[in-house]
């Protein structure tokens, strides 16, 4: 299972750390990524970060405001918010990579889910 926290209402500028912890179960040795979904609109690609060597992957949105890491010994992966803009208002789920060779980019490569936490940024 995976769960995700750290969700809320700020405002335009302000920092947000959404956290999501793996279970065993759902650990992958691949690494996990960071998907969002805004009202009327369709799930894109976020952030990524591979388990071994923490190489990590940014939208063009997000890169240079939002920062992913992961904690191994936790098995949680962190995004790292900052100067949130009204457009990244979205329910934002954390997903684990399988093995396939989709890239990392498409919803196709994860096989395992978070519920979603909901990001909304006001102007």
């Known amino acids: 299972q995976l769960q995700a926290s750290g969700g809320g209402l700020v405002q335009a500028g302000d920092s947000l750390r959404l956290s999501c912890a793996t279970s065993?179960?759902?650990?992958?040795?691949?690494?996990m990524g960071w998907f969002r979904q805004a009202p009327g609109k369709e799930r894109e690609f976020v952030a990524f970060?591979?388990?071994?060597?923490?190489?990590?992957y940014y939208s063009d949105s997000v890169k240079g405001r939002f920062t992913i890491s992961r904690d191994n010994a936790k098995n949680t992966v962190y995004l790292q918010m900052d100067s949130l803009k009204p457009e990244d208002t979205a329910v934002y789920y954390c997903?684990?990579?399988?093995?396939?060779?989709?890239?990392?980019?498409?919803?196709?490569?994860?096989?395992?889910w978070g519920p979603g936490t909901q990001v909304t940024v006001s102007s």
């Open positions: 997903a684990v990579r399988g093995g396939g060779s989709y890239a990392y980019t498409r919803q196709e490569a994860y096989d395992y």
């Open positions: 970060i591979s388990w071994n060597i923490g190489r990590t």
């Open positions: 065993g179960r759902t650990f992958s040795s691949y690494g």
